[in-house]
Nanobody, 125 residues
Framework: QVQLVESGGGLVQAGGSLRLSCAASGRTFSSYAMGWFRQAPGKEREFVAA?????????????RYADSVKGRFAISRDNAKNTVSLQMNSLKPEDTAVYYCAAPSRPYTWEYNYWGQGIQVTVSS
């Protein structure tokens, strides 16, 4: 059974940084994309960032970002440890949300079916 466990959230001042990590278990994830989503109070869950399987191109994994976090957030993965991380810099109060790690049920796709329990990120102004 696939399990995703997030860590690294917390409270930070605007302009600060946090690093989220997601530990995946239950299968080998190297052939699967991994993603981060977030949900702010009263809002729908939204896409934040994703990273592909490493064989998608000759240069390795590809990444995708929501426009709102481009240039501030960076997603990375460590296939040997089955982990994916989200480095968040220059945080803004509007980044406050519960952040979720996500994974697909099928390899080589971007459709997410597995979700972590979520972790709170709060950015104070």
């Amino acid at each position: 059974q696939v399990q995703l466990v997030e860590s690294g959230g917390g409270l930070v001042q605007a302009g600060g940084s946090l690093r989220l990590s997601c530990a995946a278990s239950g299968r080998t994830f190297s052939s699967y994309a991994m993603g981060w989503f977030r949900q702010a109070p009263g809002k729908e869950r939204e896409f934040v960032a994703a990273i592909s399987w490493s064989t998608i191109s000759w240069s390795g994994s590809m990444t995708r970002y929501a426009d709102s976090v481009k240039g501030r957030f960076a997603i990375s993965r460590d296939n040997a440890k089955n982990t994916v991380s989200l480095q968040m810099n220059s945080l803004k109060p509007e980044d406050t949300a519960v952040y979720y790690c996500a994974a697909p049920s099928r390899p080589y796709t971007w459709e997410y079916n597995y979700w972590g329990q979520g972790i709170q990120v709060t950015v104070s102004s």
